[in-house]
């Protein structure tokens, strides 16, 4: 499963990811053999229409917060009457910024603390050590919104709130800088007085949808903050689950060595590839929800989300722009019985191969997901290709969940719309659809016109006819019509 904006708002994630209407739980199929059935919706939530509309007017990957209020610079702390004083100068604002910048870089705990009081100074203290753990080639913050303008009537006591972007890139992980969002409360006593900041949290976000500002990250929830570096992955858990950690992250490297060795053996120079991954692993449900996600519903189902994570443009207009990603943030809840289970290598190989497939092709992805299936990256390709990742080093489970979710279904004949709750089948049986769509193509035309097709489809998903002709040489009819053939030999 991977996470966004699904149209409808926060919690409106299908079982299995497909970006649907909420309308109720998931049953899931019964399980295959070797499997718990548990964490069926390990798969995906592509960014939907909802948050595509405030990226158009707010600019949720960039800045046109920041651009629309300061004109591309740091937000006026002017006055508005002749009889105001400023109080809080925009230069003090990028100050704290820049300084916030700078400690963090070097490792300056007691400079980086410094504007921080009570309760904030506490949080942010742990923050700045958890923050030091990751191996950053770009961290900075920058101004998003200012509420409230820097100045009073009697010069003093003067308090404003700033969406503030902590924009970053980790090193192999991100091909893009990417950002979570904060507001600060900055506070000054008097002109002469330092400015503080007094209260930090999430910032209320684009129409104060939570989960459009992907707060809280891990070096937020956890007060101290166990990471592990392989050569693939960044492993991420709090201190007191590094044991876990310790022994899950062996499978989530090979996992990620499995799906890299198959997409470079497939195909070849694609721009914005990751080389690496972040997976956070969360046994208590409520943190799990939480992170990247503010206080969204749970659906009680997903056992792991890739979280796509747009890039940090401060240029970005909503207009003209292409939103772009900068890569993913993998999350997986160990308290579910793929990674408790006397199975849980095969359960954690295959939620770890399924989700950083999903964050390997993220970058690809223009924003270009939504319900209408002429102009948006179809969602039988989206979950298709994860699934197929994940089965092309189990079979055997591919093959047992396929009969599993097929079992009792009537078949349409029709490939997997947009919606999978509100397609003809259930959502499980969408999924292994999907699936055995790309194994189709795979077969029909060798793997590495499927990973073709799958590419160029992220990129150009109003194209699709044109690019089954290229993979199998069949137009969208025609394909459909073949594929739901085999479909019915294989069950």
Request: proline share 6%.
């Amino acid at each position: 499963m991977s996470y966004s904006t699904p149209p409808g708002g926060p919690g409106s994630a299908g079982p299995y990811g497909a970006p649907v209407q909420q309308q109720g739980w998931y049953q899931p199929s019964p399980p295959p053999p070797g499997s718990s059935g548990e964490g069926k919706g390990l798969k995906r939530v592509v960014i939907g229409l909802v948050v595509l509309a405030v990226v158009a007017v707010l600019g949720v990957g960039g800045l046109a917060l920041y651009t629309a209020v300061g004109g591309g610079s740091l937000p006026g702390a002017q006055g508005g009457g002749d009889e105001e004083q400023q109080i809080l100068s925009s230069d003090e604002i990028e100050t704290l910024l820049n300084g916030r910048t700078t400690a963090l870089k070097s490792g300056d705990e007691e400079e980086f603390l410094k504007p921080f009081v009570g309760a904030a100074k506490d949080k942010q203290r742990k923050i700045f050590k958890n923050l030091r753990k990751v191996p950053f080639a770009e961290s900075k913050y920058m101004v998003l919104k200012q509420t409230g303008d820097g100045s009073d009537e009697w010069g003093s006591d003067v308090a404003l709130a700033l969406d503030v972007a902590f924009v970053h890139q980790i090193k192999g992980v991100d091909v893009r800088p990417v950002s979570e969002w904060y507001r600060w409360t900055v506070e000054k006593e008097s002109e002469s007085a330092e400015p503080r900041i007094s209260e930090v949290g999430g910032s209320p976000g684009a129409s104060a949808m939570g989960n459009a500002v992907y707060y809280p990250a891990p070096w937020d929830l956890y007060n101290d903050m166990y990471v592990k570096r392989q050569a693939h992955t960044i492993t991420i858990s709090a201190k007191k689950n590094s044991a876990d950690a310790d022994r899950f992250a062996p499978i989530v490297e090979a996992s990620a060595k499995k799906d890299l060795d198959l997409w470079r053996s497939n195909i070849s120079s694609v721009p914005n590839t990751p080389e690496g991954f972040l997976v956070v692993l969360e046994p208590d449900r409520k943190t799990y929800i939480k992170l990247y996600n503010g206080n969204s519903f749970d659906v009680g189902w997903d056992a792991g989300q890739s979280v796509p994570m747009p890039a940090f443009n401060a240029g970005y207009s909503g207009d003209n722009d292409e939103l772009q990603y900068g890569g993913a943030r993998i999350k997986m809840d160990t308290s579910t019985s793929r990674f408790t289970s006397s199975t849980w290598q095969r359960g954690a190989g295959d939620i770890s191969r399924h989700e950083i497939a999903h964050a390997l092709i993220q970058p690809q992805d223009p924003g270009a997901y939504g319900q209408n299936e002429k102009t948006s990256i179809r969602a039988w390709v989206v979950e298709g290709f994860a699934e197929y990742v994940s089965y092309r080093f189990d079979r055997a489970l591919g093959d047992a969940s396929v009969r599993a979710d097929l079992a009792g279904e009537e078949f349409s004949g029709e490939l997997p719309g947009q919606d999978f709750e509100l397609a003809n089948s259930t959502v499980g049986a969408n999924y292994s659809l999907s699936y055995l769509a790309m194994r189709f193509i795979a077969e029909k035309g060798g793997e590495e016109a499927l990973f073709e097709f799958v590419v160029d489809h992220y990129r150009h998903p109003t194209k699709l006819d044109q690019q089954l002709q290229q993979a199998v040489g069949m137009n969208e009819v025609e394909f459909e019509t073949a594929w739901a053939q085999y479909v019915r030999s294989s069950i």
